[in-house]
T-cell receptor
Framework: DAMVIQNPRYQVTQFGKPVTLSCSQT?????MYWYQQKSSQAPKLLFH???????NEADTPDNFQSRRPNTSFCFLDIRSPGLGDAAMYLC?????????????FGPGTRLTVT | GQSLEQPSEVTAVEGAIVQINCTYQ??????LSWYQQHDGGAPTFLSY????GLEETGRFSSFLSRSDSYGYLLLQELQMKDSASYFC???????????FGTGTLLAVQP
């Protein structure tokens, strides 16, 4: 089945130790998004790629970076995780053409910072 | 700034009808979506309104009034499995990026 896959599902990292979360999709969607969701809060968009074009949200900290080497894969890099970065990180995809608007979310990676 | 407001919690009984309201203040409005998220799960798409009026999908309906910057999600014939968080979200821009509302936790009781 076509889907959005996130690895790992759970990630523990140490304060200040770089960490990379990965997302892959078999939907062939042209847009990929990264959201941060803290407990009992709404998902917050960090950035997204429209094809190869990177779009950063104005309030996303510089500590967060992203890479999209090809259509199927997208990575979230946290250069120096702080305790406040502990959250669920959700990857989503969308086909932003043909009047399609829904986003398809992966299961998320829960990040713990010790 | 941009904001979407929803009630924080709603409680209803099985078989009942519940309405979850959403008021928004955003720029670059393309449409209003609704997502369901069970505890520990990923958000799943429920509905989308680009134009004023009511959209019906099975037990769920969604309404939009662009002039009032207001929408709602209507859930009919509530089931226990409908207990979840519901988010309204504005589609902002041609890349379909979403700005999520504050979320409403729906508890369905027997």
């Amino acid at each position: 089945d076509a889907m959005v896959i996130q690895n790992p599902r759970y990630q523990v990292t140490q304060f200040g130790k770089p960490v990379t979360l990965s997302c892959s999709q078999t939907l062939n969607h042209n847009v990929m998004y990264w959201y941060q969701q803290k407990s009992s809060q709404a998902p917050k968009l960090l950035f997204h790629y429209y094809d190869k074009d990177f779009n950063n949200e104005a309030d996303t900290p510089d500590n967060f970076q992203s890479r999209r080497p090809n259509t199927s894969f997208c990575f979230l890099d946290i250069r120096s995780p702080g305790l406040g970065d502990a959250a669920m990180y959700l990857c989503a995809t969308s086909r932003a053409r043909e009047n399609r608007y829904e986003q398809y979310f992966g299961p998320g990676t829960r990040l713990t910072v010790t | 700034g941009q904001s979407l407001e929803q009630p924080s919690e709603v409680t209803a009984v099985e078989g009942a009808i519940v309405q979850i309201n959403c008021t928004y203040q955003t720029s670059g409005f393309y449409g209003l979506s609704w997502y369901q998220q069970h505890d520990g799960g990923a958000p799943t798409f429920l509905s989308y309104n680009a134009l004023d009026g009511l959209e019906e999908t099975g037990r769920f309906s969604s309404f939009l009034s662009r002039s009032d910057s207001y929408g709602y999600l209507l859930l009919q014939e509530l089931q226990m499995k409908d207990s979840a968080s519901y988010f309204c979200a504005v589609t902002s821009g041609a890349t379909n990026k979403l700005i999520f509302g504050t979320g409403t936790l729906l508890a369905v009781q027997p």
